[in-house]
């Protein structure tokens, strides 16, 4: 019996890691989709000298890369969705300015980029777009560099919350894990 009660006891403790991690690994993958997207979108748009855009819709959640091949025409290069019920979305428990990314980017939606003319929210029905210059860095339709964040989540699990961040001078693509008291870089 003294066994049992052991093994009843470490089975219920390894149940409620067990849902922990599962959550976790969601919004991990939510976050690598967009961090491969955006970073393949960059590489793409330095190789191949062409405009690449980023398009994020929110039903069902999808990241896109877009080549724009000429000023009328473009060619969908890959439309990768998200599984697990993660989303673009900031949890409630961290809308506060104070809970944004050690970039401060801005948190007040899920999908928020900057440039020199104030916030770039470029919205089409419900996806936000963002593209990458051939040069590599983020720019907004007007050309301006821009800088921005993309916040990841599943509904009522602050643990799964992610956020990537993109420095639009360099382009560079960084990655964010909410471990509950603040953002910890990946």
Same mark, same amino acid.
């Given at each position: 019996m003294f066994v049992l009660a052991i093994l009843a006891v470490l089975t219920s403790i390894s149940m409620l890691q067990i849902q922990t991690a599962r959550s976790a690994l969601k919004g991990?993958?939510?976050?690598?989709?967009?961090?491969? %997207?955006m970073? %393949?979108?960059r590489e793409m748009a330095i190789a191949q000298r062409r405009y690449m855009r980023v398009t994020f819709t929110a039903s069902p959640p999808t990241v896109y890369v877009v080549r724009?091949? !000429?000023?009328? !025409?473009?060619t969908t290069l890959a439309a990768i969705p998200f599984e697990g019920?993660?989303?673009?979305?900031?949890? !409630?428990?961290?809308a506060a300015p104070s809970k944004d990314t050690p970039d401060n980017f801005g948190n007040t939606t899920?999908? !928020?980029?900057t440039s020199g003319n104030g916030t770039f929210q470029s919205t089409t029905g419900s996806s936000s777009v963002?593209?990458?210059a051939p040069d590599g860095t983020l720019v907004d339709w007007n050309g301006q560099t821009t800088n921005g964040s993309v916040f990841t989540s599943i509904a009522n699990?602050?643990?799964s919350a992610r956020a990537i961040t993109v420095l639009g001078s360099t382009g560079r693509v960084r990655g964010y894990r909410w471990d509950g008291s603040g953002w910890k870089v990946l």
């Open positions: 991990d993958a939510a976050m690598r989709v967009v961090l491969s %997207q970073n %393949q979108a724009e091949d !000429t000023t009328t !025409t473009t019920g993660a989303k673009f979305a900031v949890p !409630t428990v961290l899920p999908t !928020t980029f963002i593209k990458f699990d602050p643990l």
